[in-house]
């Protein structure tokens, strides 16, 4: 798998958007519409005006590429479609142009500095990479840049087997500490779509991924009792993470209690316990924010509200 990939339809609006992400809970949105009416194109050129797109479903391959995508869709506002008039709606399919199986060859950290990137361009059933390329037409880079005309342009080739090592010029491509995929688009020799993506090099795929539940809270004779649940949603094991509840007054921050996160298995659960002081006042209920800092990741935070109780437990 290279990336998570996921289409938000607007129903009311008829169009749909392409978000990817590395982890499956930080998201790019692509620029553009994934789809919207229109789409649906004969390859004799005929088009098929269906009013509204809806329900799509992605048939994939054994490497999780897309290769159809199912719409139910209809030719009249649903409001407006009424029994035994000349109206309907239909199941269909549409062929996708499947991505190529696309590999960075290098091992350091891709930069704006980087002077060449090697890419090896597998051959498969149906495709031969070293016939059904136009060279000249790919470009290499973050989606930002080569869905528009730009990025990296192709100064080598060298036969690898049956697959072709492709050496990119590494001016404009891009790729910043916010980026987790190159892309190469270009065309076939025969002039149709071609593309492909790629994980870059130097980040890691599999992560930890923490996340936290509001907080229980109970009054004690000289304070407060604060539980908080945290659970690992990441395919690996997490290391031990600091945790801080705060709240904001005035302006200014309040550190209710700080603690830390034990090292947590995938999909392991715990609850973290904490005490604080008499620091909060009966009937107000206060916007707090849980931070944890996974070490290497971005902080976590979930906002909630607190509501002392008044009653000692």
């Given at each position: 798998?290279?990336?998570?990939?996921?289409?938000v339809?607007?129903?009311?609006?008829?169009?749909?958007?392409?978000?990817?992400?590395?982890?499956?809970?930080?998201?790019?949105?692509?620029?553009?519409?994934?789809?919207?009416?229109?789409?649906?194109?004969?390859?004799?050129?005929?088009?098929?005006?269906?009013?509204?797109?809806?329900?799509?479903?992605?048939?994939?391959?054994?490497?999780?590429?897309?290769?159809?995508?199912?719409?139910?869709?209809?030719?009249?506002?649903?409001?407006?479609?009424?029994?035994?008039?000349?109206?309907?709606?239909?199941?269909?399919?549409?062929?996708?142009?499947?991505?190529?199986?696309?590999?960075?060859?290098?091992?350091?950290?891709?930069?704006?500095?980087?002077?060449?990137?090697?890419?090896?361009?597998?051959?498969?059933?149906?495709?031969?990479?070293?016939?059904?390329?136009?060279?000249?037409s790919?470009?290499?880079?973050?989606?930002?840049?080569?869905?528009?005309?730009?990025?990296?342009?192709?100064?080598?080739?060298?036969?690898?087997?049956?697959?072709?090592?492709?050496?990119?010029?590494?001016?404009?491509?891009?790729?910043?500490?916010?980026?987790?995929?190159?892309?190469?688009?270009?065309?076939?020799?025969?002039?149709?779509?071609?593309?492909?993506?790629?994980?870059?090099?130097?980040?890691?795929?599999?992560?930890?991924?923490?996340?936290?539940?509001?907080?229980?809270?109970a009054?004690k004779?000289?304070?407060?009792?604060?539980?908080?649940?945290?659970?690992?949603?990441?395919?690996?094991?997490?290391?031990?993470?600091?945790?801080?509840?705060?709240?904001?007054?005035?302006?200014?921050?309040?550190?209710v209690?700080?603690?830390?996160?034990?090292?947590?298995?995938?999909?392991?659960?715990?609850?973290?316990?904490?005490?604080?002081?008499?620091?909060?006042?009966?009937?107000?209920?206060?916007?707090?924010?849980?931070?944890?800092?996974p070490?290497?990741?971005?902080?976590?935070?979930?906002?909630?509200?607190l509501?002392?109780?008044?009653?000692?437990?």
């Amino acid at each position: 798998m290279i990336q998570y990939h996921l289409i938000v339809n607007d129903w009311r609006g008829r169009i749909a958007y392409h978000l990817r992400s590395r982890d499956g809970i930080h998201w790019k949105v692509d620029p553009g519409a994934a789809y919207r009416p229109g789409i649906a194109v004969y390859e004799g050129g005929t088009k098929v005006d269906w009013y509204k797109y809806e329900r799509p479903k992605v048939l994939q391959d054994k490497y999780g590429r897309a290769t159809q995508m199912h719409f139910a869709v209809i030719d009249v506002a649903k409001g407006q479609d009424k029994g035994k008039d000349d109206h309907s709606s239909k199941h269909i399919c549409i062929p996708m142009t499947v991505g190529r199986l696309v590999t960075i060859l290098d091992k350091e950290r891709i930069h704006a500095e980087t002077k060449t990137i090697r890419v090896r361009i597998a051959a498969e059933e149906g495709f031969n990479s070293h016939t059904d390329l136009d060279v000249d037409s790919l470009r290499l880079g973050v989606p930002e840049q080569v869905d528009f005309g730009r990025g990296c342009k192709a100064v080598k080739t060298e036969r690898s087997g049956a697959d072709l090592i492709v050496t990119f010029a590494g001016a404009g491509n891009g790729i910043t500490e916010d980026n987790f995929t190159a892309k190469l688009l270009g065309k076939t020799s025969g002039g149709k779509l071609l593309f492909g993506y790629a994980r870059l090099p130097g980040l890691n795929y599999l992560e930890p991924a923490l996340s936290v539940l509001p907080p229980t809270i109970a009054k004690k004779e000289d304070g407060f009792k604060i539980a908080v649940e945290v659970q690992n949603f990441g395919q690996v094991a997490s290391t031990p993470a600091p945790l801080r509840i705060v709240y904001n007054t005035d302006g200014r921050e309040v550190e209710v209690a700080s603690g830390k996160v034990p090292a947590l298995g995938p999909f392991e659960k715990t609850v973290v316990e904490f005490t604080c002081g008499n620091i909060f006042e009966p009937g107000v209920s206060y916007k707090t924010s849980m931070i944890i800092h996974p070490d290497g990741q971005r902080p976590v935070t979930l906002q909630t509200s607190l509501n002392p109780p008044k009653e000692t437990k």
